[in-house]
């Protein structure tokens, strides 16, 4: 089945392939985890495109043999970028004709999994890859008076200002990311970009509701945790 996302204020969808995620992006997020060291490159991972919901959608932990995987579900708030046409190895000056618009989005992690995962040296995708992993606002359309590097991100629970970042503090920009991505894997149209979370992440529990923002109300998300 395929993954559409509604493109802001047209009768039209953007239908989802590949979904390539950024770790440790925002050196104020590495350093709440306990580190300092900037990674060289970018921190690439994958989730399926099953994971994608979108607004008005529930996050779920999921069930097996009766009984939840997980205890412990957190947030990621992270701008999104949407690929609209093939790329390989593209340079990163061209990296923006690439890119056919951006979103917000959550990436939720299984946290409890993830590090019992990352204990023992095994992938965790399971922790990042689970449906409903990938909340996703609708899409705006590139312009060329928004600069994508001095956005806004921000993230309230129940109200309650939870994370608030820029753009501009990414180690790598979206543009590095693009041009990265289309050497290492090569980048399809369809393919979105979760571009790293600035600090503040933490934890969610069943009834939260969760809003978050890209710039000045460009665009927003709301999704509640079903559990």
Not at 24 to 35: A, D, M, P
Not at 41 to 69: D, H, M, T, W
Not at 143 to 155: F, V
Request: hydrophobic share 35%; net charge neutral; charged share 25%.
């Amino acid at each position: 089945m395929s993954k559409k996302i509604k493109i802001s204020g047209k009768n039209e969808y953007f239908k989802v392939n590949n979904i390539f995620c950024i770790g440790k992006n925002y050196f104020e997020h590495i350093k709440e985890f306990g580190s300092s060291e900037k990674p060289e490159k970018p921190v690439v991972f994958l989730k399926p495109n099953s994971a994608v919901i979108s607004n008005g959608e529930r996050i779920s932990v999921p069930e097996y043999n009766g009984r939840k995987i997980s205890e412990s579900l957190h947030y990621e708030t992270e701008m999104v970028v949407a690929i609209g046409k093939d790329a390989a190895c593209i340079k990163q000056e061209y990296a923006g004709d690439c890119i056919f618009g951006y979103g917000i989005g959550l990436d939720m992690t299984l946290r409890d999994v993830q590090g019992e995962a990352k204990k023992k040296g095994l992938p965790w995708g399971t922790a990042k890859g689970f449906h409903s992993s990938a909340p996703v606002s609708e899409l705006v359309t590139k312009s060329a008076t928004i600069d994508l590097m001095n956005l806004d991100i921000e993230l309230k629970i129940n109200n309650i200002r939870k994370q608030f970042g820029n753009t501009s503090a990414m180690i790598f920009n979206i543009y590095q990311l693009v041009s990265y991505i289309s050497n290492i894997f090569y980048l399809q149209k369809g393919d979105l970009i979760f571009t790293g979370t600035p600090e503040g992440v933490g934890e969610v529990r069943r009834g939260d509701r969760l809003e978050a923002v890209l710039g000045d109300n460009l665009v927003k998300l709301n999704v509640e945790i079903d559990g």
